[in-house]
C-alpha cells in the first residue's frame, strides 16, 4: 500500500501556495514497424515474439530511422504549433534497468524535432488557458516488466520479475511544457484538460490510436508549490505514468494537499519520481529524481542527422487534417448546439461518440439525447468512462431509426437501449424477439379505446362537457393496457374522435 499521510486541504493548499504543473506526455505512434529496426509492432502480442537483434541490443546490430514516425512526429508538431527543426539528432540516454536491452535509450536531448509551440485547452466554463510547449522529441519505447509475487505489482516484495520486449522500440514522441503557472486553483482541471486535448489531437492526426488503458499515452505530472507567483519556483516531484484522465486530475491535487503538508510542517519536499495508485488515490515514493547529467547524454554515433526539408514540412503542414478545435466551432454551427451544449458534450467525453452517432444516420439532437441522457447516466453508474459503454454509435442510430419511423416510442426505446446494454442483441433484433413494435392498428386501439370508455363513464361525461382534463386518465389506461406500445398522440386522437361521436 501507499500510505495514507496527513493532507491540508485542497481549498487551503491552494490559498497559500502556488502551484506550478509541468506535464510530459509520451505518445506511442502507430507505425507498423518499430522505431529502429524491421520488427512488427502488434499490441498483445506473445511475449518476445516482435524483436529483432535491433530492439534486443545484440552486439553489432546497426539502427536504422523509421521515416513514417519522422512524419508522425513532424505532424504532432506542426498540430502544437511549433518549429519544426531543420537539422536535429539523436543522442544515447544512459540508465540501466533490465526493460532497457542496450542500457540506454536512444532519444533525442539538446536538438529535437520539434520546439517552442504552444496548445490553448478550453476548460469546463468556456475559458482558454494556454499551455506553452518547450519541445517534443522522438524517442524508443522501453520493454515492459512484469513483478510476480508481492501485493503490490511492484518490484518491492516480488518473488521474480518478467520481462517482455515487445515493446521496446517502439516508436515514441514526447511532449515536455514549460512550466505551467496561474492556474491556481484549477492546476487539477489544466492538467486533465491537456491531456485530454492532446489525445484528441493524436486521434485527428491518426498518429496513434491514444488508447490510455493500453499505455498508448502515458503522463508524467510534475508539481511544485512556492509561496506565491513572484517567488522562485519550488522543488518538483513526478508521478509517472498516469494512464487516465480522472487520475491525471486527482494525481495533481493530491500532489498539492501532500506537498503543502510537507511545507506546512517546516519540512523540504523530495525532488523525486512517484507512484500513483488507483486503488486509493494516493501516491507514494518510487525514486529520487535524476537530472539530465546523470543520463551522461551523448550524440549517438550509429544514427545520422535528420533533416527534414522545408518542402517537406510545408507538404506534411498543407496535409494536416481538421483539428478538435476547429471541428467543435464547425459542429456547433452544423448541429445547432449552443456554446454551452457543445461544452458539456466535450466535458463528458461525447463529442466523437455524438459525430459517430450522426455518421450513422441519427439527427444531432437525437444523438445528443441518447449520449447525454440515459448512456451518460449508465457510465456514471458504473464508475466508468462515457466510451467504455457497451453500446455502439451504429447501435444508437438503429435504436433512433427505429423511434423515428415510428416502430417504438421514447419510452420503449429506453427499454430497447437496457437490453442492448445487458447484452441482448441489436435494437432491431431486440424489438422483434421482445414484440415491442408500437401497435399501430387503429382497429386494435379503438376496441381497447372502447373498452376504456366504457369503464369511465363519468371522465366520457367530463370531456363531452369541455372539461379536457380528465382526458389524460383516459390516454393513461389506454397505454397501460397496450403496455406502452401505443403512440400517445394517437390514441389522444382516437379518444377524441370517439368521444365526439
Known sequence: MSGIVDLVYFDDAVAKYDPVLGIEVHVELGTRTKMFCAAEVEFGGEPNTQV??????????????????????????????CKIAETCRFARKNY????????????QYDEPIAYDGYLDVELEDGEIFRVEIERAHMEEDAGKNTHVGGSTGRIQGAEYSLIDYNRAGIPLVEIV???????????????RAYVQALRDIFRALEVSEARMERGNVRADV??????NPEAPLGTRTETKNVNSFRSIERAVRYEIERQAAILDAGEKVIQETRHWHEDDNTTSSGREKSDADDYRYFPEPDLVPVSPSREWVEEIRAGL????????????TEWSFSDVEMRDVINAGALELIEATVAAGAAPAAARKWWMGPLSRSAKEQEIDLGDVKVTPQQIAELQALVDSKRINDKIGRQVLEAVLAGEGNPEEIVVAKGLEVVSDDGALLTVIDETLAAQPDIVEKVKSGNMGPIGAIIGAVMKATKGQADAGR??????ERIGS
Not at 510534475?222 to 509561496?227: D, E, G, K
Not at 390514441?491 to 377524441?496: G, H, K, Y
Request: net charge positive; glycine share 8%.
Open 177 to 191: 511544457t514549460r512550466p505551467i503557472t496561474g492556474a491556481g486553483e484549477r492546476a487539477p482541471e489544466v492538467a
Open 96 to 107: 540501466f534497468y533490465p526493460d532497457v536491452p542496450k542500457n540506454f535509450q536512444t532519444s
Open 52 to 81: 529483432t537483434p535491433v530492439s534486443l541490443g545484440l552486439p553489432g546490430a546497426l539502427p536504422v530511422v523509421n521515416g513514417k514516425a519522422v512524419e508522425d512526429a513532424i505532424k504532432i508538431g506542426l498540430a502544437l504549433n
Open 491 to 496: 390514441v389522444r386522437e382516437l379518444v377524441l
Open 222 to 227: 510534475n508539481l511544485s508549490l512556492r509561496a
Open 321 to 332: 487534417p481538421e483539428l478538435p478545435a476547429v471541428k467543435r466551432r464547425r459542429l456547433i
